[in-house]
């Protein structure tokens, strides 16, 4: 019975024992295949950030990662393994065997949530930031006056997309999309420059684009401005948003050759820039491809949703090329069935969109004006 026992024990430190050197042959291969020797171009291509914006994130989120090393992980592996995951769009157990970041599943995991939690706490709101004061928005206005494709008045263009998830536990009926997919419908506002100025990833798939408008900060920043004077300031959207005085949107249906017309394709063309910035934050960081799902609960999908929002702004900042081959071709027709939906409007009749209407007829008579010098 003893020799039993005995040999039993044995066997459990053996394996304790092997596990242990599985862990140091690990770190060994972390410490002598540092991603940071990796060639510029191919650590770009592996991570979608440069050595240096790497650095600074990691200086700016280090404090935050410090109480993570029970893991054994260095803020600088935490942070290279889940960058790793948003812009590879690797599950979790694929990447946990990378040759290059050979760690354990466990610790992937607790990586990308450490990681992710501090760029939401430390670097959001620093990065993503709508224009609020006078200064910023006669930049911002200034910013689409001067794009190839101009729309004078306006600060950002909006939209929203949807990023698939796993289907949640509670309230599942209220993430399941058109599609047919458990989603989260997330809002955008975009420059001319696909920078983010607000990101809003907290709303389920079921929830149409207006409606997630319509109860936005945002918007009640907008209508502030405007109650305070403001004017000729607005963001621009598509057919499913309701036209308000600080948001203007298309007028379909009218014939070529007519000033509707008109307005309506240089606003179409000046909104663009929104659907090509999906085409890019889905491509860049492929976790958010509309071939991939975010395998985690509601909250954290959007956290890990706002990260990559910060980091896409940091990496126009650090003048990051996008690589226009690979743009998520099958992201541009989910956005356009999306724009079916019906619109929720919140004054159909009078107040804001009667005054809305108004701001949209001058815009109109300028193309009156236009024609007028061109005929003379």
Not at 106 to 114: A, D, L
């Amino acid at each position: 019975m003893a020799l039993e026992f005995l040999r039993w024990e044995l066997m459990l430190l053996e394996e304790r024992v092997r596990v242990q050197e599985r862990r140091i042959e690990r770190r060994v291969l972390r410490d002598t295949q540092d991603p940071f020797d990796l060639p510029r171009e191919e650590f770009v291509f592996m991570f979608r950030i440069s050595h240096e914006l790497a650095f600074d994130v990691i200086n700016a989120i280090r404090a935050l990662l410090q109480g993570q090393r029970s893991s054994g992980l260095s803020p600088e592996v935490q942070f290279l393994v889940t960058v790793h995951f948003y812009a590879q769009g690797s599950y979790q157990r694929g990447l946990g065997g990378n040759s290059i970041l050979n760690i354990s599943q466990p610790s992937v995991s607790r990586s990308i949530s450490g990681v992710t939690n501090a760029i939401n706490q430390r670097l959001l709101r620093q990065w993503v930031k709508f224009p609020m004061t006078a200064v910023e928005r006669q930049k911002g206005r200034e910013k689409f006056e001067a794009a190839p494709q101009p729309f004078e008045g306006t600060l950002g263009a909006i939209d929203c997309t949807h990023i698939n998830i796993l289907a949640p536990i509670v309230h599942e009926e209220a993430y399941v999309n058109h599609h047919g997919n458990h989603s989260l419908n997330v809002q955008a506002i975009v420059d001319p420059d696909l920078k983010i100025l607000n990101i809003n990833a907290r709303y389920p798939g079921a929830r149409n684009d207006s409606y997630i408008w319509s109860v936005s900060a945002v918007r009640q920043g907008m209508e502030y401005h405007f109650n305070n004077g403001e004017r000729r300031t607005w963001l621009i959207g598509d057919a499913g948003y309701p036209l308000e005085p600080w948001l203007m949107t298309p007028l379909p249906h009218y014939p070529e050759g007519t000033h509707q017309f008109e307005y309506t394709k240089k606003l179409c063309k000046a909104r663009n820039v929104v659907e090509r910035f999906f085409g890019v934050f889905k491509s860049v960081w492929r976790c958010l491809s509309y071939q991939r799902v975010l395998m985690y609960a509601p909250d954290k999908a959007g956290r890990i949703v706002n990260a990559c929002a910060t980091l896409h702004n940091t990496r126009i900042h650090y003048k990051l090329p996008n690589r226009e081959e690979d743009l998520d071709v099958e992201l541009i027709g989910q956005n356009m069935d999306a724009n079916l939906e019906i619109p929720y409007y919140i004054d159909q009749q009078g107040g804001p969109r009667a005054v809305a209407k108004r701001i949209q007829r001058q815009i109109l008579d300028q193309f009156d004006n236009l024609r007028d010098r061109e005929d003379d």
